[in-house]
Nanobody, 119 residues
Framework: QVQLVESGGGLVQAGGSLRLSCVAS????????MGWYRQAPGKQRESVAV??????NYADSVKGRFTVSRDNAKNTVYLQMNSLEPEDTAVYFC??????????????WGQGTQVTVSS
């Protein structure tokens, strides 16, 4: 059984920073894509930063402020968020495409972690 567990959310003032972490665990054979999505109240879930094969794509709204990184040895992805704005308030979800032992690549999601930015 593969699962993703996030940590690092919380409440921060505008201009502050937070670092999210997500660890993939279970019978993992290979991880292809890892990244972060977010969903604000009343809005659709949107891609924030996703990395795969050395290529990273960022949402225009976070370019220059957020940085995604991976530690493949630890099956972990991070999201460093700087210069946070109230508009960044959302539930942040970790995402990965993982091939479990003996299986094919599938999409996995974490349970989500709340990020609240006060003005």
């Amino acid at each position: 059984q593969v699962q993703l567990v996030e940590s690092g959310g919380g409440l921060v003032q505008a201009g502050g920073s937070l670092r999210l972490s997500c660890v993939a665990s279970g019978s993992i054979f290979s991880i292809r894509t890892m990244g972060w999505y977010r969903q604000a109240p009343g809005k659709q879930r949107e891609s924030v930063a996703v990395t795969s094969g050395g290529i990273t794509n960022y949402a225009d709204s976070v370019k220059g402020r957020f940085t995604v990184s991976r530690d493949n040895a630890k099956n972990t992805v991070y999201l460093q968020m700087n210069s946070l704005e109230p508009e960044d308030t959302a539930v942040y979800f970790c995402y990965a495409t993982i091939r479990a032992s003996g299986g094919s690549f599938k999409d996995y999601w974490g349970q989500g972690t709340q990020v609240t930015v006060s003005s």
